[in-house]
């Protein structure tokens, strides 16, 4: 099993291929549309267009190399963009455009994220009001029922996913069965001290992630929360501080029960109950085995770990070819503390599926099931490693 191929781009057709050939030029069209960059920045964003899709990976030539060298850059510089395990290729494209857009400064657009007009979009569409107005209705439900929607809402609020949309406007959004569903294993892990949730997308993903955890912290499910964001804009709609930051107040400033919940949260990150945190491995090209100490401390200490969307578990499991039917006990073995994953399938990763299941996806779909989003899955391994 850890000799499944790791995942590469090089095959025309494929979906990686797809990712680095279509998505990341539309990408960067439509940040060059969205801003009123000056020349420097419509040159360096030029550049990476050309580069990206047919030259080769160059060194960011600022300090950050040497974080980029530890993370692997060393044996991957000067090779195509295609050719380099497609987990690190993917981010490495991330960091150049921030880079490109002077994210990083120095000078005035220094932490101005490229994709906030995109995830303000979201916020305010007209759905968001739409979803926020159903929770008078799901308050009247009994706490179980409240409990099943909410997880069910933070699962499918994966499909808010900008950089998939970008390819694949017209991706089906009917709801199918789930294609694992472990989340009775889920529910017997709580109530839970310290629960931790890699959160995924921002706006309308993370909106329902948050009144997952409004419930759970209301109702003494967890005593407390850390919410592990990304450190900087990332695969367009990824959470970061900032987004949370405007996730609560879009629920303060909403009406009737998703008003309150706001409001709880406010409160809860003000007594520490809830608190955000942002590592540097959280924008890291690599898979969750290869995480630093201190967060790996960080996760052993926690009674439940939930990540959620795709690109987190590419990075749980490993971004590789697995047989569908590797168990994902097996796969997530070095995670040190119970984990579980929430996820809408939208890329080649998959695992642990029974065999019948993976059959019967197959000859109604071939392999688009894997990638085209309207598929599944809540996965959980509840054993600590020792
Ligand atoms: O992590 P998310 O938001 O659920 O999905 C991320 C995604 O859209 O981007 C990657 C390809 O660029 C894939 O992992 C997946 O298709």
Known sequence: MPDAPVILADEPGSFAHGVLSARHPALIRAVRDAFPYGPGQRRALEELLAGATQGVIEPLGTEDDEQWARWGARQYLGRSWFEVPFLWSESYFYRRLLQAVGYFGPGGWQGIDPFRPFK??????PETDEELAALDRLAERPLDEQARALLHGSLWGNRADLGFRLSAPGA?????????????????????????LVAD???RELIPDLLLLDHLLRHGQARRVLLQVKAHPYY???????????????????????????????????????????????????????????????????????????????????????????????????????????????????????????????????????????????????????
């Open 236 to 386: 367009i709609s990824d959470a970061t501080t900032a987004d949370v930051v405007d996730a609560v107040r879009r629920l303060t400033g909403a009406e009737g029960a998703a008003a309150g919940a706001g409001e709880r949260l406010w409160t809860a990150m003000d007594e520490g109950r809830l608190e955000v945190l942002a590592h540097p491995f959280s924008c890291a090209p690599l898979p969750y085995a290869d995480m630093p100490e201190d967060l790996r401390t960080e996760f052993a200490a926690a009674d439940l770990t939930i990540f959620k969307g795709d690109l987190n578990y590419r990075r749980l499991v490993g971004d590789r070819l697995y047989p569908p039917t590797t168990p994902f006990a097996d796969v997530t073995a070095c995670f040190p503390g119970p984990v579980a994953a929430l996820r809408t399938l939208k890329s080649d990763v998959i695992v642990g599926l029974d065999p019948d299941t993976e059959a019967a996806l197959v000859a109604a779909e071939e392999q688009r099931w894997r990638t085209s989003g309207a598929h599944a899955l809540i996965q959980v391994r509840p054993s600590r490693v020792k």
């Open 120 to 125: 303000l979009a979201e916020l305010d569409a």
């Open 201 to 203: 997308n921002a706006g």
């Open 172 to 196: 089906p959004m009917a709801v199918t069965r789930l294609v694992a569903d472990d989340s009775e294993v889920l529910w017997s892990l709580l109530p839970a001290d310290t629960l931790c």
